[in-house]
C-alpha cells in the first residue's frame, strides 16, 4: 500500500505560480512513477505530468514549458512547480503513484486560478 499526501493549492490570480507537494509513504519501493492530475467541474480527470523514478518527466501539450514535475527521493516527495497559470488550470489536482499492479491516489487539492 502507497500512501499519498497532497499540499500546496489554492487561489491565484492568472499569471501568478504555485507549488504542490506530495509526500508517499508505505511500500514506496514498490512505485515505478508518480504523477499529477487535475479534474475540472464536469470534465474526466486528465494527465497533467509524470515522472518515473529514472527521472523520466511527460506532461501534457496544455502545460507544457509553464509546469515543472521533479522528484526529491530522499524524502519521497513529488513537486509540480506550476508557472504562469491560467483560469482553465482551476480543477481539483490529484497525485498519483503507479506500480506493478497498482495505482494510489492522493485526495486532491484544489487550485483555482483567478482572471
Known amino acids: 500500500q502507497v500512501q499519498l499526501v497532497e499540499s500546496g493549492g489554492g487561489l491565484v490570480q492568472g499569471g501568478g505560480s504555485l507549488r504542490l507537494s506530495c509526500a508517499a509513504s508505505g511500500?514506496?519501493?514498490?512505485?515505478?512513477?508518480?504523477?499529477?492530475?487535475?479534474?475540472?467541474?464536469?470534465?474526466?480527470?486528465g494527465l497533467v505530468a509524470t515522472i518515473t523514478t529514472g527521472g523520466s518527466t511527460n506532461y501534457a501539450d496544455s502545460v507544457r514549458g509553464r509546469f515543472t514535475i521533479s522528484r526529491d527521493n530522499a524524502n519521497n516527495t513529488v513537486y509540480l512547480q506550476m508557472n504562469s497559470l491560467k483560469p482553465e488550470d482551476t480543477a481539483v489536482y490529484y497525485c498519483s503513484a503507479a506500480g506493478k499492479g497498482f495505482r494510489s491516489w492522493g485526495q486532491g487539492t484544489q487550485v483555482t486560478v483567478s482572471s
Do not use: D, E, L
Not at 27 to 43: D, H, L, T, V
Open 27 to 45: 511500500s514506496i519501493f514498490s512505485i515505478n512513477a508518480m504523477g499529477w492530475y487535475r479534474q475540472a467541474p464536469g470534465k474526466p480527470r
